[in-house]
């Protein structure tokens, strides 16, 4: 059964710190891997979709890198914002599709 | 994207009785559809997957007599909680999958309460 893990369990950061979210998996025959962003109380929004093919994905001051065969992926947040609070999690599909814990990320004006 | 709609969003419940919640795509046909549960300062746990035509696949420890999963359409999937108790209440998602392809869209979840 495919294991998903999320480090930092929870990160504080002053306004304006570039920060990293680390995520990691045991099976590398991976479909795709995506990033969500979940604020309290509420649903999830997708932020970045990699598939197993690629490498990395942007948007906006969000990156995310894939290594499959190291079984890990980042989530790189530039110039953070006190917006950019919430939970982030990274979900990774084969035949289903697996959640780690998350990281609760704060971010400090 | 394509559109996955929940329904309800939110439902509070009696203990004792049962509750149903839909899962639908709107713009696309899902051959698989997942359902989560999500406690409080939790993460997302996959409970089980669905195959349009087919019986759902539980993950261990998931009851399947209480959560009663159908998923007779390819737009349609439902998750009945039976026998409702106030260990139940939870936030409840889908996401489906559309033929062919690997990304799954999830719907914008159901907060259970039972009292």
């Known amino acids: 059964k495919q294991e998903v893990t999320q480090i930092p369990a929870a990160l504080s950061v002053p306004e304006g710190e570039n920060l990293v979210l680390n995520c990691s998996f045991t099976?590398?025959?991976?479909?795709?891997l995506q990033w969500f962003r979940q604020d309290p109380g509420k649903g999830l929004t997708s932020l970045l979709l990699?598939?197993?093919?690629?490498r990395e994905q942007t948007s906006g001051r969000l990156n995310a890198s894939l290594d499959k065969s190291s079984g890990r992926s980042t989530l790189y947040i530039a110039a953070s914002q006190p917006g950019d609070s919430a939970t982030y999690l990274c979900?990774?599909?084969?035949?289903?599709?697996?959640f780690g814990a998350g990281t609760r990320l704060t971010v400090k004006p | 994207g394509a559109v996955v709609s929940q329904h309800p969003s939110r439902v509070i419940c009696k203990s004792g009785t049962s509750v149903k919640i839909e899962c639908r795509s709107l713009?696309?046909?899902?051959?698989?559809m997942f359902w989560y549960r999500q406690f409080p300062k939790q993460s997302l746990m996959l409970m089980a997957t669905?195959?349009?035509?087919?019986?759902?696949?539980?993950e261990q420890g998931v009851e399947k007599d209480k959560f009663l999963i159908n998923h007779a359409s390819l737009t349609l999937s439902t998750l009945t909680v039976t026998s409702a108790h106030p260990e139940d209440s939870s936030f409840y998602i889908c996401?489906?999958?559309?033929?062919?392809?690997?990304?799954?869209?999830f719907g914008q979840g159901t907060r259970l309460t039972v009292v």
């Open positions: 996401s489906a999958r559309d033929t062919g392809t690997t990304e799954a869209f």
């Open positions: 099976d590398s025959a991976i479909y795709n």
């Open positions: 990699i598939q197993s093919s690629q």
């Open positions: 979900a990774v599909s084969i035949d289903d599709m697996r």
């Open positions: 713009d696309f046909q899902a051959t698989t």
């Open positions: 669905s195959n349009e035509g087919s019986k759902a696949t539980y």
